[in-house]
């Protein structure tokens, strides 16, 4: 019997693509997809699940698809797309559902992949210049997303200590960038000018968003068990980021951000607090144990900014990709209608 | 698209099948601009600032070495130092003195509250500042065998008024110790004799201090030769002498999780009073403190 997984977040960006990527690997016979909107990417066998933010019907599902292994790509890390309160629910009540079901009686799952946030470090001026996977943060989380990563990652790990035979990787994402992605830095980026603080010139990481997903192609493929940090080599201060996006700085006042930030937010850029303050101090992650563990970049972090700026100016003179839209009818016709001729085993 | 075009013919390694370990992968492209290196010191930025402040330190301080030798031209080395001046003036002395006759890169580890100051902070970390935590040092150290400048007393060297001079302060906790045991790099100290009297502090105001949260605000007696705006930033031209002391090896294996606190305790006050001793041999034969 082939691999069963579930994907969290299908309608968000990584899980469509972890979807995607699964469903060219030949030996995972089911994926089930699970999210409260319907998928933005054309997916050709995956299950999509409609279900509220916490998953209050996971339970259900795991136990009638008997599923062996967990992609948890739900994860919000940009705390600009929802209000706190979602964000909360879809986080930590929904890991904390997840988590219930999986190790409910009788559970087939023996794999689990969690997508969280090198965000769990915070950025603080104390910081070391890199954080191990050790590294406890030193100061303490004072937004919304960061203590709900926090959070997650507590079930995460009380979660692997009562279930040892379950594969538990937890990986922590540095900021990604890439050619379809949108975060908040890739919106600063966009921009004709990129907003910096003044008198501040942190250095930063990126990945970009291909590694991401190979990395968690890697992880469900390997089955590496641990806690890994996922960037790109090397820091690059943000000064030199815009310099490689063919852009000058202008910088806002580094006090009183509130109201320097808000002329942007009124053109749809807007800078949580998490950005701020790692435009103040940036911040930087070991990426060794995960190369230790057998995983190969595609890009350094200059190359993740490059590829990121490429990518946007073929985007400005192309403009978007068409949209796909998901139409229930259609996907359930050709999955499951008997006049289509399927040739899965062949 | 059927089955049979699939691309991908990957499967999945299972425990029995070990995965086969490529080759190191050839280096990724790395479209970089600048020089700035992961600590934020630029070479570049570096060459600018050695370049002026050379007049400073070859005409204003007259430094003068002494023991340069024992310095090591390669490998990891941590260099420890008494600290004075209210802007210290011995940091930027000993950077610029190893980094032009040895031509070797010096870091400097400093406290944090630098990093978090506009502009003094990315300049203090382009000519290389970093800030003292012991995972920079043991990276440093160990892995890129660079030279680290630290001085132990912290801010308690850098405030203390001109009638405590060259009185050394507590050696922290030792800290810089354990780092260069756990790093296995040897730890050189240095006696500065000069930077005491090129900015002393009459007097410190801390209610001001506290109120705006810096470590203290010093009236120095610059402020009232050269006035308070010029007396700020403007040394005396006190005559510098730096003596370097015989390396220190600790015979214990390095990578421990953790060293006996008596041992690490022991070797830092003895560091101390060897820096503090040399002092006093320097400041025997000093006739003047413009002169030396």
Redesign the interface.
Known sequence: MGRRVLVTGLGTFWGGKVAQALEREPDVEVIVGLDREEPTIELERTEYVRSDENYSILARIVKATKVDTIVHTFMVVDSTSMSSRTMHEINVIGTMNLFAAASAPGSTVRNVVVKSSTLVYGSAGQDPTWFSEESARTSPANTPVERSLIAVEGYVRDFAEDNPHVNVTLLRFSNVLGPDIVTPASKALELPMVPSLFGFDPRLQFVHEDDVVRALMFVLDNEVPGIFNVAGDGLLPWSEVAKICGKRTIPLPPFGMSIATAPLRRIGVEMPPELLSLLKYGRGVDNRRFKRAGFRYQHTTAGTVKAFVEALRLRQTVGDKPAYRYERDVEQFFRHSPAVVRDVDA | ????E????????R?LVP?P??AE?EA???????D?D???RSEHMREIARRMFDPMYRRWFRAEWEGLEKIPTDGGALLVSNHAAAIPSDAPVIMHGIETELGRPVYGLAE??F????????MWSRVGG??A????AY?LLREQKQLVLVFPEGTKGTSKSYNERYHLRRFGRGGFVEIAMRAGVPIVPIAVMGAEESMPILFKLPGLAKAIGAPYVPITANMVAFGPLLGSVLYFPAKFKLKVLDPITFDVAPNQPRYSRSKVMDESEAIREKIQEALYEMLRERRSVWFG
């Open positions: 698209m059927p089955p049979t699939r691309k991908t013919t990957k499967t999945r390694s425990a995965v370990r490529t992968p990724l492209p790395d479209p970089r601009e600048s700035v992961e600590w934020g944090y509250i990093r978090e100051l506009p502009v003094v902070g990315t970093v800030t935590q012991p995972d920079n990276r």
